[in-house]
């Protein structure tokens, strides 16, 4: 997990609101036990809907042939989540309006367990699909709502802290979900591989129910709030940079099963080790990143997409070089873990006044990229060449690293 990407200051509320206890009046001075267990439970459970969402990745091509479906139709898995967790996010905030937003998150892991079920007994493509629509659902509710709970489970001074753990649950995710996947899928099946975070999620209600305390809606979010940050100069550029890089990313990651066993003439035992290599790097840089992003965030993020635009590009022209092959895939895993600190640092500093809608904005902008990326990658594999996604996502990230150099030149003047 990575460092604090948010100033414990700027995300303190501003009145008193429910503690830990579930009482209302300020946060005590320090966390007790039970405040980081809450923390720790939606940790987790963001790390389990991220994996879920990741599971496509690792095991396309397993999914594709028992399914009787084309990689790139089977890429629409990817595709399908991330639009409906785009959609889910606003609103999934604005629907539950002062409800309990524990009650929320226990809502939406329950759809979680239910999408990781149906998928894990698909008979067919379109059950498939019908069961990422309700992991979009889990995710955009989930993240959106759990992404702003710090600040009402610990006190001020541990609020940074709190949200580096959270956060961190979706940046490892991000990093290691696709590798496990595969990993399991390869010994025991595509099927098994959707059902162990069901089990995880199950896990996780549990925890919710017991260890986080009641959190009353501290007031309904409504779209206008939601348009106007939109409206703010700094916001809308990290929406930019997070939407061009993530879908540069997704572009070419969705299909990397097929672009190492094309591209690089691998079997199923090497790929699984060069994911796993992806994923320990992608946590490193997740620690790399947290202990630089205070002081130059988008200088950090300028220096990650570029990482990533170089690492896609020597993987497209390594060939079947192995040594190459496996430097490129641990470069892009270190680059993409820093990724998501900065991007989160860029939009959740742009708007402390608003963590709730920013939490949705963010994820908004997460998912649609995630969509675009698969979708366009998908296409590209199936109109030009599986290795084209590689140059696409190499270009994209090469635009978003331009965008942060530039941020950070308007912040020293």
Same mark, same amino acid.
Request: proline share 7%; charged share 10%.
């Given at each position: 997990?990575?460092?604090?990407?948010?100033?414990?200051?700027?995300?303190?509320?501003?009145?008193?609101?429910?503690?830990?206890?579930?009482?209302?009046?300020?946060?005590?001075?320090?966390?007790?036990?039970?405040?980081?267990?809450?923390?720790?439970?939606?940790?987790?459970?963001?790390?389990?809907?991220?994996?879920?969402?990741?599971?496509?990745?690792?095991?396309?091509?397993?999914?594709?042939?028992?399914?009787?479906?084309?990689?790139?139709?089977?890429?629409?898995?990817?595709?399908?989540?991330?639009?409906?967790?785009?959609?889910?996010?606003?609103?999934?905030?604005?629907?539950?309006?002062?409800?309990?937003?524990?009650?929320?998150?226990?809502?939406?892991?329950?759809?979680?367990?239910?999408?990781?079920?149906?998928?894990?007994?698909?008979?067919?493509?379109?059950?498939?699909?019908?069961?990422?629509?309700?992991?979009?659902?889990?995710?955009?509710?989930?993240?959106?709502?759990?992404?702003?709970?710090?600040?009402?489970?610990?006190?001020?001074?541990?609020?940074?802290?709190?949200?580096?753990?959270?956060?961190?649950?979706?940046?490892?995710?991000?990093?290691?979900?696709?590798?496990? +996947? &595969?990993?399991?899928?390869?010994? #025991?099946?595509?099927?098994?591989?959707? *059902? $162990? /975070?069901? %089990? =995880?999620? !199950?896990?996780?209600?549990?925890?919710?129910?017991?260890?986080?305390?009641?959190?009353?809606?501290?007031?309904?979010?409504?779209?206008?709030?939601?348009?106007?940050?939109?409206?703010?100069?700094?916001?809308?550029?990290?929406?930019?940079?997070?939407?061009?890089?993530?879908?540069?990313?997704?572009?070419?990651?969705?299909?990397?099963?097929?672009?190492?066993?094309?591209?690089?003439?691998?079997?199923?035992?090497?790929?699984?080790?060069?994911?796993?290599?992806?994923?320990?790097?992608?946590?490193?840089?997740?620690?790399?990143?947290?202990?630089?992003?205070?002081?130059?965030?988008?200088?950090?993020?300028?220096?990650?997409?570029?990482?990533?635009?170089?690492?896609?590009?020597?993987?497209?022209?390594?060939?079947?070089?192995?040594? +190459? &092959?496996?430097?490129?895939?641990? #470069?892009?895993?270190?680059?993409?873990? *820093? $990724? /998501?600190? %900065? =991007?989160? !640092?860029?939009?959740?500093?742009?708007?402390?006044?608003?963590?709730?809608?920013?939490?949705?904005?963010?994820?908004?902008?997460?998912?649609?990229?995630?969509?675009?990326?698969?979708?366009?990658?998908?296409?590209?594999?199936?109109?030009?060449?599986?290795?084209?996604?590689?140059?696409?996502?190499?270009?994209?990230?090469?635009?978003?690293?331009?965008?942060?150099?530039?941020?950070?030149?308007?912040?020293?003047?």
């Amino acid at each position: 997990m990575s460092n604090p990407v948010v100033d414990p200051a700027s995300t303190a509320p501003s009145s008193p609101v429910p503690g830990p206890a579930g009482g209302s009046g300020p946060a005590p001075e320090t966390a007790g036990v039970r405040s980081w267990l809450a923390v720790t439970a939606i940790a987790v459970g963001t790390f389990a809907v991220v994996c879920t969402e990741m599971l496509p990745v690792g095991l396309l091509t397993p999914i594709s042939h028992g399914l009787h479906v084309s990689d790139g139709t089977t890429g629409l898995a990817m595709s399908l989540a991330a639009v409906v967790a785009g959609l889910a996010a606003p609103i999934v905030l604005v629907v539950a309006g002062r409800v309990d937003r524990r009650v929320v998150l226990a809502a939406m892991m329950l759809v979680l367990i239910a999408a990781n079920t149906i998928s894990a007994l698909a008979p067919n493509f379109a059950t498939l699909l019908f069961a990422r629509v309700l992991v979009g659902i889990g995710i955009g509710g989930f993240w959106a709502i759990g992404a702003s709970l710090p600040a009402r489970l610990v006190p001020a001074r541990s609020v940074g802290r709190a949200a580096a753990v959270i956060f961190g649950g979706v940046s490892v995710a991000s990093v290691i979900g696709v590798p496990v +996947g &595969t990993v399991i899928g390869e010994w #025991a099946g595509w099927r098994v591989a959707f *059902a $162990v /975070p069901g %089990g =995880l999620g !199950a896990a996780v209600l549990l925890a919710l129910l017991v260890l986080v305390p009641p959190l009353p809606a501290e007031r309904a979010v409504g779209p206008r709030e939601l348009t106007a940050l939109l409206r703010r100069r700094t916001v809308l550029t990290g929406a930019a940079a997070l939407v061009l890089v993530v879908a540069g990313h997704f572009g070419a990651y969705t299909y990397i099963r097929p672009i190492l066993e094309e591209v690089g003439d691998l079997g199923p035992g090497p790929i699984g080790g060069l994911l796993l290599g992806y994923g320990v790097a992608g946590v490193v840089g997740n620690f790399v990143a947290g202990g630089y992003i205070g002081r130059a965030p988008h200088g950090t993020l300028a220096v990650a997409a570029g990482l990533l635009a170089v690492a896609v590009a020597v993987l497209a022209l390594c060939g079947a070089w192995t040594p +190459g &092959t496996a430097t490129a895939m641990l #470069a892009w895993g270190l680059a993409y873990g *820093a $990724v /998501p600190v %900065g =991007l989160q !640092a860029w939009l959740l500093r742009s708007a402390p006044d608003a963590p709730e809608a920013a939490s949705a904005v963010f994820v908004t902008g997460f998912q649609i990229a995630i969509a675009l990326g698969s979708l366009l990658g998908g296409a590209a594999v199936d109109a030009v060449a599986t290795a084209s996604v590689l140059w696409f996502g190499g270009v994209l990230a090469a635009t978003t690293a331009l965008l942060a150099l530039a941020a950070a030149r308007r912040d020293r003047g």
